[in-house]
């Protein structure tokens, strides 16, 4: 291999495990998000009964 392959290995490598080291400590400081939007997973709509008609 070339000098600059092996350079580019390297920093290849230095990015994705980078990357994926730096995704783990994130996460693993923040695993849930504090609040949600209007009409994301907690809004709690399976709470209500579904609605029925008559017909």
Do not use: K, Q
């Not at 080291?21 to 695993?31: C, K, N, T």
């Not at 009964?49 to 008559?54: K, N, V, Y």
Request: hydrophobic share 45%; aromatic share 8%.
């Amino acid at each position: 291999m070339t000098p600059i392959a092996i350079t580019f290995l390297i920093l290849s490598i230095l990015i994705v495990w980078g990357g994926l080291v730096a995704s783990a400590i994130f996460l693993r400081r923040r695993p849930e998000p504090d609040t949600f939007p209007e009409g994301a997973a907690d809004d709690h709509r399976e709470d209500d009964a579904p609605i029925e008609h008559d017909t």
